[in-house]
């Protein structure tokens, strides 16, 4: 009695992908199907003639245009960017969702401080802060004393922004013609166990968040940064 | 500079072979399939963000591959009256261009059978069969069930059986 097979199946067959049983069964109805067998071995035949005649395709150099536009085209910003961010990023973090209007909200209550200065409805980072911002290089390392900077990058209203990190507080300050206006502030993300904290800089969500919606392509590196204190920050 | 972007470089490099392959039995011509590998490789480094790392980057480049070929039929009927090139003329720029060895005559021959396939089915046949993919990984760069290209590898083989001289 025969059995009748649909193309599908031989297809699957001879590209290997039914489950090991099936394969069998099909292989040994082969064996009783010379009209079955001459077809798979029809196609067998095809495909490694379809190989052969592009082997000599993948067996060649690329063309040169072809390795100029890999060397050449530059990679899109934001891949940078997130490139540039990952070592902040937690596990798992989503980019910029819902959070990110209040995010830009100052994100704690200010005490009183000659950290921050609050004028005009601004707040002005001031004292040991604010000399931190003009001064400190991140590509310095960090002098394990007092405020650390994080990253430092042009914004879209062309304003030089930092990162920083001081006594609790994690925010983003961006420099104008009255001085570090602090764009937001945020508790610094508690560490998991308490007692283990990263030696890196840590940001809050909020703070992320700040920096993707601001940054005009990517943070500075290190001569960037050096450069942009030098010159007294834009 | 920048180590990540320099190491994905250096993987997209590695893939230009394969890359080109597909391209071409898409194409049906070399010139174009180049074209097309090249019109890849500029959009996916512009929009690497796009790229989830961890996952597979051949996949991703093929996948962009067959959605730039697609695309740029539909603007070329719609903004064009140039006729598509014909497959014999297609395949006979390729060999106009290289040593015809016969292998390059034997892949005149496989061009032109090939683009005679509905392109679904090109597409398709280029992954499983020229490419050697898994039906998981064609299904996922294509964008369609298993069961669905399996019907379209079997249509595919049996219109090459027609169409492909017996030697």
């Known amino acids: ?234 | 500079m920048d180590a990540s972007a320099d190491t994905i470089r250096a993987q997209m490099v590695q893939l230009l072979p394969r890359l080109r392959r597909f391209a071409i039995a898409l194409t049906g011509s070399p010139a174009d399939g180049d074209d097309l590998v090249q019109d890849t490789v500029e959009r996916a480094l512009r929009s690497l963000h796009q790229w989830e790392p961890g996952t597979r980057l051949d996949n991703w480049l093929f996948r962009i591959a067959k959605n730039r070929f697609i695309d740029g039929r539909r603007s070329h009927r719609r903004s064009s009256s140039v006729i598509m090139e014909a497959p014999e003329e297609a395949a006979a720029a390729y060999t106009d261009g290289i040593r015809a060895t016969e292998a390059h005559l034997a892949l005149k021959d496989v061009v032109h059978s090939l683009q005679n396939l509905p392109i679904e089915q090109r597409e398709a046949l280029a992954l499983v069969v020229i490419e050697g993919m898994s039906y998981r990984d064609a299904s996922d760069i294509l964008g369609i069930p298993i069961g669905t290209l399996t019907s379209r590898i079997a249509r595919a083989r049996e219109a090459l059986a027609d169409l492909m001289p017996e030697d």
């Open chain 1, 1 to 234: 009695m025969e059995t009748e097979i649909t193309s599908e199946t031989l297809t699957a067959f001879l590209d290997g992908e039914l489950p090991p049983k099936e394969m069998e069964r099909i292989a040994a109805l082969l064996a009783a199907r010379p009209d079955l067998d001459a077809w798979v071995r029809r196609q067998e035949k095809l495909r490694s003639n379809l190989k052969r005649a592009f082997s000599g395709v993948v067996d060649e150099p690329p063309p040169q245009k072809l390795l100029a536009a890999v060397r050449d085209t530059p990679v899109s910003k934001r891949w940078l960017l997130r490139h540039w961010l990952a070592p902040w990023m937690p596990r798992g973090w989503a980019p910029l969702g819902a959070a990110l209007a209040a995010g830009l909200a100052i994100g704690i209550v200010l005490r009183p401080s000659s950290e921050f200065i609050s004028t005009d409805g601004q707040v002005l980072a001031g004292g040991k802060l604010a000399d931190a911002l003009s001064h400190k290089l991140a590509s310095n390392g960090y002098d394990g004393a007092g405020t650390r900077i994080g990253i430092s990058f042009r914004d879209h209203a062309g304003h030089d922004c930092r990162t920083f990190d001081q006594a609790g507080h994690t925010g983003l300050a961006c420099h104008q013609e009255n001085g570090w206006v602090i764009a937001i502030l945020d508790s610094r993300p508690e560490s998991t166990g308490g007692a283990y904290r990263m030696a890196s800089s840590e940001m809050s969500d909020s703070v992320r968040q700040a920096v993707m919606a601001r940054i005009e392509g990517v943070p500075f590196d290190a001569a960037a940064e050096k450069a942009a204190r030098d010159r007294g920050w834009k």
